[in-house]
Structures are given as C-alpha cells and as structure tokens.
C-alpha cells in the first residue's frame, strides 16, 4: 500500500504528471468558453510602457500570451488571423505620441473597441519600493485568474455600460456556490470614479493569515519555517504575541473589519480549518493604471462612433456617418465577390487545363499499345 509504480513505454521510464490542472472546457467541448487576450504593443513606446505590458500580462494570466514577441511589421490583421485559432477574445494595444501613451481594449473579431488615454501608471518595482515587506507572485498564484472586482460602474450613461460589460467578459465566469477559496489567491479592482471620469486599475495579492499569533509563530504553523530563538529569553517571547510586540519580527494586528471565518479548509494547518478565524489582507502588486476613456467605436478599431469625450455631432452628422460607413460595407462586398468571381474562373481554367493535359496523355499512351500491337 502506498507503493506507486511508474508506468513504462517501450522500454523507457513514462513519469505520470500528478500535479497538472485539467485544462479549461470550451465550447467545443460543450463547456463556457474561456476568455483569452494578447497584450502588445504597436510603434516606438517608452521603455517604461514595454515594461508595463510585460507587468499586465502576469496580472492577466493564465489565460493570456505571457511570451507573446511583437514585430514591428505585424498588423492588426495578423493578430485577428491567429485569434480564431487561438481562441483569443480580447486585444489589449498600448501605442505612444507626442501627446502620451494610449491603450485601445477591443473584442474579437468584431468589437466594439474602446480607446483609452493612459494618464497615468505605476510599474511593480514602484510600488514595492514603498511597501515594508513586499510579497512576489509565485507560481500558485499566477495558475487561476485573478478575482474581477468592478466598483462605481452604475453610473449613467451607455459607454459606462458597455466599459463594464467590456472588463467582465475579459475573465471567465465566477460561482460562489462552488469556488474553491485556495485558489482565489489575487485580486483584480477595476473602479471607476464618477467626479475626475478616470478608471482606475489596481493588482493584489491576497493573503489570509491566523489572528492572535505572532509572525513568528504563523510561519511556523502555516509554512512550516523553523524560527530562530538565540535572541529570545524565554519560549514565551516566541508564543505569546504581546510579548514579541516590542522585538524586530512583530507587526501590528489585523484591524477587526478584515476578520472572517473560514468557510472552506484551506491549506496552512489546524488554523485554516472551516470555521477558523483569519483576516483577509491585500498586498499591492502592481502594475497601476489610471485611464481616461476617449472614444467606444462599434467595429474592431474602426466603424461606427458611439461615444466621443471630445467631439459631439448633431443628428445629421451622424446619419452621414453611417450612410458612409455602408457604403464602404457594399464597396468592400463587391470587392470580395469580383475577387472571389476572379478566383473561381482562375480555378475553372486550371481545371480545363489539366483535363487537356490527361486527354493527351491518355491518348498518347493509346497510341503507343496500338504501335506495340
């Protein structure tokens, strides 16, 4: 009992891979489909904006091209071919002017796409300077998507609506009723505020730790971390937590409002049990964003203008709009059925012309066996 045995194929030791997730169902599959991105960049941008899409990759994993190159020669053209196959949902392009830094957010393959101005960002290394203890993501936190958090996005106004829509179908669904806490493990808060007009993106990670017990005495019990006691008079100093209040390993208590009761088991020991007492604690990872939404258009980077933060147009602007909008539409279509007409009739002439050539064929070998005769 308790004896595992590696399978063997042709000879050679097979090593049966435990510790993988299943993959994601999709539609295909009869499952939800799951929500993909790109995230790249078009022209010359700043060194710092390279490091920050390298920065909201991580924070949109997993299901996001984390090792996706860019080429100066790549048009939006090819990411859409390759979407498709890939299953990509969503494009994230970051472009930069003489005017700032600008993020384009569209739905594949057929929008609607809105543009945003970066005002400002923050990258991770930025935002750990100022923190006193600063946690990095490991592998286990980047495995499950972060949790979506929307905040102030009933305002009125149908680009609000569709800005919400937008960000919660970039992440696949989410039931409460059968979550599993452990792998809840980041925080994704998207808030909008109503007073400046700004989005505002923020990247946690989130940590439950045990209430009443010292630092030293968690990383015991919950990462099995042997302490150091050569500073310590007593075992009391390291148990008690007010007695290490004074020492270099304490911190301050979780504030009462963070405090909650474990409704799952969650791994770390007897104190994360169901029904166990842990605060809830957001460490800032980064990267942070504040945009400002200037255009929503209704195609994917181009089509019909549905809201414009800086240009307003009367009833008969936007009709002309539209009525030239459809005509590039027909003038498109019949561009593809002249297109399409010339390929068929190439084909229908190659077509003729290798049946020519196998009557020929054919009726010179006749001719050969009637001379051999």
Same mark, same amino acid.
């Given at each position: ?74 048009? #939006? ?28 957010? !569209? ?15 923050? %990258? ?5 300077? #100022? ?10 936190? %980047? ?6 958090? %929307? ?16 960000? @919660?179908?970039?992440?696949? !669904? #989410? ?121 929503? @258009? ?11 933060? #800086? ?39 190659? &077509?003729?012309?290798?049946?020519? &050539? ?16």
């Amino acid at each position: 009992p308790g004896l595992v045995v590696m399978p063997v194929r042709h000879g050679r030791r097979r090593k049966t891979r435990t510790h993988v997730r299943p993959a994601e169902t999709d539609e295909e599959d009869g499952g939800p489909k799951v929500p993909r991105s790109f995230v790249v960049r078009r022209g010359r941008v700043p060194h710092g904006v390279r490091r920050l899409v390298q920065e909201l990759r991580t924070a949109l994993l997993p299901h996001t091209a984390a090792r996706l190159k860019e080429r100066s020669t790549n048009s #939006l053209k090819d990411y859409v071919s390759v979407a498709g196959k890939l299953g990509v949902s969503h494009l994230l392009m970051f472009s930069a002017t003489d005017l700032g830094v600008y993020l384009r957010l !569209a739905r594949m393959p057929r929008g609607p796409t809105l543009t945003f101005r970066v005002v400002e960002y923050s %990258l991770s290394a930025d935002i750990k300077a #100022l923190q006193r203890r600063p946690l990095s993501l490991n592998g286990d936190d %980047l495995r499950d998507p972060p949790l979506l958090v %929307l905040h102030q996005f009933s305002a009125p106004g149908d680009h609000i609506r569709v800005m919400k829509a937008t960000f @919660e179908n970039m992440f696949p !669904a #989410l039931d409460v009723r059968t979550v599993v806490l452990s792998r809840v493990r980041r925080v994704l808060l998207i808030e909008y505020d109503p007073d400046t007009q700004l989005v505002h993106m923020r990247h946690y990670k989130l940590v439950v730790q045990p209430v009443g017990l010292s630092r030293s005495l968690r990383k015991l019990i919950v990462r099995h971390k042997v302490p150091k006691l050569t500073s310590m008079r007593d075992i009391s100093d390291f148990v008690r937590p007010e007695a290490a209040a004074y020492s270099s390993d304490s911190e301050p208590e979780p504030p009462e409002h963070t405090h909650v009761v474990l409704p799952q088991d969650m791994p770390g020991g007897d104190v994360r049990k169901r029904g166990a007492k842990n605060a809830v604690k957001l460490l800032e990872e980064g990267p942070r964003l504040g945009l400002q939404l200037l255009k929503v @258009e209704d195609g994917l980077c181009g089509g019909a203008v549905l809201y414009h933060r #800086l240009q307003e147009k009367s009833v008969g602007e936007v009709k002309a709009t539209e009525e030239k909008i459809e005509q590039r539409k027909l003038r498109r279509a019949a561009n593809k059925a002249a297109q399409d007409a010339a390929v068929a009739t190439k084909e229908e002439k190659s &077509k003729r012309k290798a049946d020519k &050539k196998a009557a020929r064929k054919r009726k010179r070998s006749e001719n050969d066996g009637y001379e051999a005769d």
